[in-house]
T-cell receptor, first 114, second 119 residues
Framework: NAGVTQTPKFQVLKTGQSMTLQCAQD?????MYWYRQDPGMGLRLIYY???????DKGEVPNGYNVSRLNKREFSLRLESAAPSQTSVYFC?????????????FGQGTRLTVV | AQKITQTQPGMFVQEKEAVTLDCTYD???????LFWYKQPSSGEMIFLIY??????QNATEGRYSLNFQKARKSANLVISASQLGDSAMYFC????????????????FGQGTILTVHP
């Protein structure tokens, strides 16, 4: 059981380049999320998807797009990378069972934009 | 205003001692959830414990317990019998709204507390 899998783990982009961060979960969770983690800022929600076919903006959506391809996959796209998008990105999925909510994170993608 | 506040940037504890990591939150919702995560130096985020706003008892999970004081809006994490492997960054987070409601996507995190366990 792999849980939440993110690729790639590391990436360096030049300003203006585009890329897609991939995320997949094999736990049959409806909800999936993308966060970014910056020093001293905690984690901030970029986009989330409550279920297949739906996506919503989080706290810091500017400069990103997402796609919920199916229940398993939720990708994050940077169309034109900027140095301000240098960060560690986490994908997560969440489920509530019998009143208890559990959330699971991928291992993170360390992105540097130069 | 900060929705989640962790006032301790860093904490130190002796191995086998207990430690409390503070977390206060701000919400006007009646239904919400509180989470604690551990992030070791390897970077992954590990879910530790969850407390729902309507749960009458404090959540416990092994050596972790959540000291939930609703009136004070605090959700402190207590780690008993600290181990060297507990050294990590710890994040408190809140989900506003009911678990099945439309706001259940928005999980807000605090800035984290770095815990160092000394032998």
């Amino acid at each position: 059981n792999a849980g939440v899998t993110q690729t790639p783990k590391f990436q360096v982009l030049k300003t203006g380049q585009s890329m897609t961060l991939q995320c997949a979960q094999d736990m049959n969770h409806n909800s999936m999320y993308w966060y970014r983690q910056d020093p001293g800022m905690g984690l901030r929600l970029i986009y989330y998807s409550a279920s297949e076919g739906t996506t919503d903006k989080g706290e810091v959506p500017n400069g990103y797009n997402v796609s919920r391809l199916n229940k398993r996959e939720f990708s994050l796209r940077l169309e034109s990378a900027a140095p301000s998008q240098t960060s560690v990105y986490f994908c997560a999925s969440r489920v509530t069972r019998m009143g208890v909510t559990e959330a699971f994170f991928g291992q993170g993608t360390r992105l540097t934009v130069v | 205003a900060q929705k989640i506040t962790q006032t301790q940037p860093g904490m130190f504890v002796q191995e086998k001692e207990a430690v409390t990591l503070d977390c206060t939150y701000d919400t006007s919702d009646q239904s919400y959830g509180l989470f604690w995560y551990k992030q070791p130096s390897s970077g992954e985020m590990i879910f530790l414990i969850y407390q729902g706003s309507y749960d009458e008892q404090n959540a416990t999970e092994g050596r972790y317990s959540l000291n939930f004081q609703k009136a004070r809006k605090s959700a402190n994490l207590v780690i008993s019998a600290s181990q060297l492997g507990d050294s990590a960054m710890y994040f408190c987070a809140m989900r506003e709204g009911a678990a099945g409601g439309t706001s259940y996507g928005k999980l807000t995190f605090g800035q984290g507390t770095i815990l160092t366990v000394h032998p």
